[in-house]
C-alpha cells in the first residue's frame, strides 16, 4: 500500500520507522519517558491542588475568615441574649 500523504518521511508510518525512531528498543524507551512525564506532571499538580485545599491550608484559612466575618455581620442587628447579656 502507497502512503499519499504529504508528511515528512520521518513522521509517516512505514513497517517499524515512527518518528524517525527504528528499532523496538528506541520506540520502548521513548514511551517510558513520556509516561514518567506525565506520571510527575500528573503528580505534581495533585500535590499542588492538596497543599493549597488542606485543613489549615491557604484557602482553608480565607474560607474560616470569611465565615466569621459573615457571622459578625449578621450578628450586629440581632437582639441576641447573649449579646445583651455581656453589654449589661
Not at 506520571?39 to 474560616?64: D, H, M, Q
Request: proline share 2%; aromatic share 6%; glycine share 6%.
Amino acid at each position: 500500500m502507497h502512503c499519499t500523504c504529504k508528511l515528512p518521511l520521518r513522521l509517516r508510518v512505514r513497517g517499524l520507522k515512527v518518528l524517525g525512531f527504528t528499532s523496538i528498543n528506541s520506540k520502548l524507551t521513548a514511551v517510558t519517558v513520556a509516561i514518567m512525564v506525565m506520571l510527575i506532571c500528573v503528580v505534581s499538580a495533585w500535590w499542588l491542588a492538596f497543599s493549597e485545599l488542606k485543613v489549615n491550608g491557604p484557602t482553608y484559612s480565607r474560607i474560616v475568615q470569611t465565615k466569621d466575618l459573615v457571622a459578625d455581620r449578621a450578628g450586629l442587628g440581632n437582639s441576641d441574649s447573649r449579646i445583651s447579656g455581656f453589654s449589661a
